[in-house]
């Protein structure tokens, strides 16, 4: 069983930046795909940016360029760093975990291991 816990989360101006951190049990990280998804009130959970075992990254187009996940195997940790940030960014972000080397492009793939979420508010 992986356990997932972010943290990094909180309340920033618009512009602003943070930097989610994911802190996993095991090593998921060196062979499973990682990711980070998003809920905001009202709205469905919508993947934000995955990184497959290899490195691959992925981003939704709202956060292309703005938005950069990367990993640190030895600490099993997943991160995200988030720039120019808007008041749409504000939703509680969950770090997942999913146990194939690459990482799904279905509209429809939910992963097996979720995080607890951090709340990330940007306000205007």
């Known amino acids: 069983q992986v356990q997932l816990v972010e943290s990094g989360g909180g309340s920033v101006q618009a512009g602003g930046s943070l930097r989610l951190s994911c802190a996993a049990s095991g090593s998921p990280f060196r062979s499973y795909c990682g990711g980070w998804f998003r809920q905001a009130p009202g709205n469905e959970r919508e993947r934000v940016a995955t990184i497959s075992a290899g490195g691959v990254t992925h981003y939704a187009d709202s956060v292309k360029g703005r938005f950069t996940i990367s990993k640190d195997d030895a600490k099993n940790t997943l991160y995200l760093q988030m720039n120019t940030l808007k008041p749409d960014d504000t939703a509680r972000y969950y770090c997942?975990?999913?146990?194939?080397?690459?990482?799904?492009?279905?509209?429809?793939?939910?992963?097996?291991?979720w995080g607890q979420g951090t709340q990330v508010t940007v306000s205007s």
């Open positions: 997942v975990a999913h146990p194939t080397y690459i990482c799904s492009f279905s509209d429809t793939w939910r992963p097996n291991y």
